[in-house]
């Protein structure tokens, strides 16, 4: 049962237990406000940053982005400096798809959330930077608002827990830190704090933010994009996409990216280089996590055996700086494919389907601005 769902109940023994609710409710309506105008602020603050790299943005989703003149050899390297910070912005729109065979194993799911968008404001900061170029990079979440239509799935008696919940998404996560570690390529090798980020969120939500959160530290870090050679443009290469699993992100990552320079041009003064990236990947939970991420734990809850895996695939561009290597802008579409073979050990409460199976299907859009501060 998610905690949305438990609350529910618990709402409902408030309403019919006789006890008085006015002070209650007037006090949550100056709460409300209250987050009303935070949320104001935040939306102000985000759209400036917004506004700041919008034109920017735009040419990097250009077909053809306004490029300098000439086709010189350039060097992309990554190279940290301690105590540099970049601030993001970043808009993620998702929408899935959910087939069960048979249909009626969807009854034993919690609600989940089919459409939603994350805007985030964040700064990143180089903590340390070690001999062999590789760097710890704190990220604080500024800004986070997040909207899904998981309430408008939920039963009618769930909806006002379901849109509690969303909203606790953007209080607990923003002002939040988590320790990123990147190679000296940029390629992201693990983070720190993502547990207690997600332990307190709702059943619902975790699974598809903590996919999401992978992917933007993976953005922004420019993660396999360096070729550690001189490049003109069409010239492409390519890089193996592999993480180990950690308590933060407890899934096996293989795959592979191929990236070709396009070009050079300006952001705001700066020089930057043009790259195209498409990928693949595949991703598998290690056998402990299986039994507690969503929708697997709730299935799991019931009898069933899980073996999952979720292929992906994306392509996109991003600019970085020619004198650090650091991501200015970024945008790219992901397409994810969430695969559940079920091994049934106990009986169900519907007619039985062999095999049984579970897929979500998933699209994504992401698109990151950029500001030095």
Do not use: C
């Amino acid at each position: 049962m998610s905690r949305f769902e438990r609350e529910a109940l618990l709402e409902g023994t408030k309403r019919t237990s006789g006890r008085p609710q006015g002070p209650r409710l007037q006090n949550r309506g100056v709460t409300a406000r209250a987050g009303a105008v935070r949320r104001q602020g935040s939306r102000l603050r985000l759209r400036s940053l917004w506004l700041a790299g919008g034109l920017a943005l735009l040419s990097l989703r250009a077909p053809h982005p306004a490029l300098a003149s000439g086709g010189g050899e350039v060097r992309l390297t990554r190279r940290y400096r301690s105590g540099q910070k970049m601030v993001y912005a970043t808009k993620m729109h998702t929408k899935a798809v959910i087939h069960s065979e048979p249909p009626e194993l969807q009854s034993l799911l919690p609600p989940l959330p089919t459409d939603f968008t994350m805007q985030q404001q964040n700064t990143m900061t180089v903590k340390g930077v070690r001999s062999d170029g590789s760097a710890d990079i704190e990220n604080h979440f500024d800004e986070v608002e997040f909207q899904s239509d998981l309430a408008e799935r939920a039963p009618e008696s769930l909806r006002e827990s379901a849109l509690r919940a969303q909203q606790e998404i953007s209080e607990h996560v923003a002002g939040q830190d988590i320790v990123a570690h990147y190679d000296r390529n940029g390629r992201l090798l693990g983070f720190e704090g993502g547990e207690g980020l997600f332990a307190q969120l709702d059943l619902a939500y975790q699974e598809p933010l903590r996919q999401a959160l992978r992917f933007f530290l993976e953005q922004v870090g420019g993660d396999t994009l360096y070729p550690g050679f001189p490049v003109t443009p069409g010239k492409t290469w390519k890089r193996k996409l592999e993480s180990a699993p950690s308590p933060a992100y407890p899934y096996n990552v293989e795959g592979e990216n191929t990236l070709r320079y396009v070009g050079s041009t300006k952001v705001g003064g700066i020089k930057a280089a043009v790259v195209e990236f498409s990928f693949v990947n595949v991703v598998r939970p290690v056998a402990e996590a299986l039994g507690k991420a969503e929708p697997l734990a709730q299935l799991a809850s019931h009898g069933l055996g899980v073996d999952m895996r979720i292929d992906g695939q994306g392509q996109g561009r991003v600019l970085l700086a020619l004198d650090d290597g650091r991501v200015l802008q970024s945008h790219a579409n992901i397409h994810q494919t969430l695969n559940a073979h079920l091994d049934q050990s106990a009986p169900l409460p519907f007619r039985n389907s062999q095999p049984l199976k579970l897929e979500v299907q998933s699209d994504s859009e992401m698109d990151v601005v950029g500001v030095s501060k």
